[in-house]
């Protein structure tokens, strides 16, 4: 299994990215879908997750109105749109799979199966 994140890099206060995120080597129908980040000296948190259908989509709240997750089954492919960034979003962001998923809105790090390398995004004041 392979998820390979893309999209990051240097924008400024205000600007918008859209990361993505392929998966290979796996049914990606099959998985919840979710987007973590860590900043320096911060624990790994919780971003948007999105249920096999698309149905379901949950945010933390630092990021609600601002970050949609979305997903393409046909290509293997999960996004995240960020508009209206700010400094405290720079981070490393991740994207990760998961095969069973309740639909709680609590979904720790260690519930997911795999994971990918992560990008980069800075955001500059």
């Known amino acids: 299994v392979q998820l390979q994140a893309s999209g990051g890099g240097l924008v400024q206060a205000g600007g918008s990215l859209r990361l993505s995120c392929a998966a290979s080597g796996m049914t990606f129908s099959s998985y919840a879908m979710a987007w973590f980040r860590q900043a320096p000296g911060k624990d790994r948190e919780f971003v948007a997750i999105i249920n096999r259908s698309s149905a379901i989509t949950y945010y933390a709240d630092s990021v609600k109105g601002r970050f949609t997750i979305s997903r393409d089954n046909a290509k293997n492919t999960v996004y995240l749109q960020m508009i209206s960034l700010k400094p405290e979003d720079t981070a490393v962001y991740y994207c990760?799979?998961?095969?069973?998923?309740?639909?709680?809105?609590?979904?720790?790090?260690?519930?997911?199966?795999?994971w990918g390398q992560g990008t980069q995004v800075t955001v500059s004041s």
């Open positions: 990760a799979a998961r095969r069973t998923w309740s639909g709680s809105r609590v979904t720790p790090a260690y519930e997911y199966d795999y």
